[in-house]
């Protein structure tokens, strides 16, 4: 049934029909980066081809350039998803571009010519300002009623505020927060809901103007930086439960298993390397358990002594059965089982580079997981710079794409080649059985090599949705 896309409305009817999923894998879509390269140009959304059979494999196809300068798009999501699974009148057709730094959101048509999308509508930042008073948009998803949510870091003057602002699905009019009463988290990053448990959870990055311009250390201190995870009333739109994961955490990316009736999910905490296992309560609250630690290096020739692992992105496969996350700083995307959440199993660990490569600056001088400092990342000849950062799954769980851009005014802070010679995307192979990460050496991605290169690619965008864009509800 699931074959022809978009025939029963858009998305899929449950996580393992889109496992199933024919349609929309030969290209995806990536957001390419130029604040902070040096170069006056406006940012662009890349389509990559990523069908094996095509004479364009591993190509960059079409670039649709922004009409604005430094909007620093980062993240994406859809108009319309399995939320809205049976409504025929609805199409996977805009991609929502929110802007980490201009505030602008893009509305992109892909319906009409996915392969060459084109700017069908543009929210200028004032109409976040008036309506919402948030700013820093980051993540969107779709909801059932057919309306965009966008969760926001901060207010229109660069402090942080862990706000909403809501999209009319069919105009793409900013309506105002989705948020109702008095009470908002201090800060504001990423989410995602669960309508089955009356639930939305929302993480904490750090404060706008801490952050825009590079990671002071001391700014944790001083509390400009997030700890929390904060729990909101699906149905009031209230906030009504914060759960501290500790100071220095940094909870970023935020994943409820997929199945809609799990009542738990993971949280990856970039500065001390840890995931949370959250989960409700038997008294209906919700509470957090550390179930996986990557341990920071002591290290010497670096910012500071101790070098964490900066989890930057987690996802999970569809048929919840696997955990996936990088570790941008030193360097490995790992798999895990986690058919027992609880207890997650490393079943899989690639190196894509980092900070911690033999013959670089950085010298290990203690280390509680490897023997010793890994080799350079080599693909078709080319040393690649940074680590692995953003990462998406096929529907399948077969493929894992990778890009190594964090943000640009971090990236250019810890990995100043990065910004030198522009970023790459990669694949992994995974083996679905019984676990395993192997680099396919015939897909490199070299966004130095791009036509105004080099740019900074970001996140990886499946046009029939992916295991970060799809709710079920």
């Known amino acids: 049934p699931s074959a022809k896309c978009g025939a029963c409305g858009p998305g899929y009817s449950s996580p393992l029909d889109a496992m199933k999923g024919k349609c929309c894998k030969e290209i995806v879509y990536v957001p390419c980066i130029y604040r902070n390269t040096g170069k006056e140009k406006p940012d662009y959304l890349a389509t ?11 190509q960059v196809i079409h670039r649709l350039a922004m009409p604005n300068l430094k909007d620093e798009l980062h993240h994406s999501g859809w108009n319309t998803c399995s939320s809205c699974f049976g409504d025929t009148t609805k199409r996977r057709d805009r991609l929502i571009l929110p802007s980490l730094i201009s505030s602008r959101v893009y509305v992109v048509d892909v319906g009409t010519d996915s392969r060459a999308p084109r700017i069908h509508k543009i929210v200028e930042p004032v109409e976040l300002f008036w309506k919402g008073n948030v700013a820093n948009p980051h993540t969107s998803h779709c909801l059932g009623s057919g309306e965009i949510l966008i969760s926001c870091l901060g207010d229109p003057s660069g402090n942080g505020k862990g706000g909403f602002i809501l999209l009319d699905g069919e105009t793409f009019e900013v309506k105002g ?5 008095e009470k908002v988290p201090p800060l504001g990053y990423d989410f995602w809901y669960q309508p089955r448990h009356n639930v939305l959870m929302s993480t904490e990055w750090g404060t706008p103007k801490a952050l825009a311009n590079g990671f002071n250390p001391a700014d944790v201190e001083r509390g400009h930086y997030g700890r929390r995870i904060n729990v909101w009333d699906w149905s009031s739109h209230t906030y009504v ?11 970023l990316e935020i994943r409820f298993l997929h199945n809609p009736d799990a009542a738990e999910g993971f949280v990856g905490c970039a500065l001390n390397g840890a995931v949370h296992r959250f989960y409700k309560t038997q008294k209906g609250d919700w509470a957090a358990e550390k179930v996986i630690e ?7 020739g670096w910012l500071l002594p101790d ?21 941008w700083l030193h360097g490995d995307i790992r798999q895990y089982d986690i058919s027992n959440t609880r207890q997650p199993r490393l079943v899989g660990q690639v190196f894509l580079g980092g900070s911690i490569t033999k013959g670089g600056p950085v010298t290990v001088v203690e280390d509680k997981e490897l023997q010793c400092q890994p080799e350079p990342f080599v693909i078709k000849g080319k040393k690649v710079p940074g680590g692995p950062q953003m990462i998406q799954l096929s529907l399948d769980g077969k493929r894992l794409y990778v890009t190594s851009s964090l943000y640009s005014g971090w990236d250019k802070q810890f990995y100043p080649d990065l910004i030198k010679e522009g970023s790459v995307m990669l694949q992994i192979d995974v083996d679905t059985e019984k676990g395993g990460l192997k680099v ?9 090599k791009e036509p105004d290169g080099p740019v900074l690619a970001h996140e990886i965008r499946y046009p029939g949705g992916d295991c970060t864009s799809d709710i079920w509800i």
């Open 307 to 327: 070098m964490p692992g900066l989890i930057t992105d987690i996802l999970i496969s569809l048929d919840d059965r696997f955990l996936y996350f990088s570790n």
């Open 48 to 58: 990559v081809d990523v069908d094996p059979k095509s004479p364009h494999y591993s």
């Open 241 to 251: 439960q914060s759960i501290d994961l500790g100071k220095g955490s940094i909870p």
């Open 294 to 300: 990557v341990p920071s290096k002591k290290v010497q």
């Open 440 to 448: 396919n050496k015939n897909f490199l991605v070299d966004f130095g």
């Open 177 to 181: 927060n989705w948020e109702n009463g």
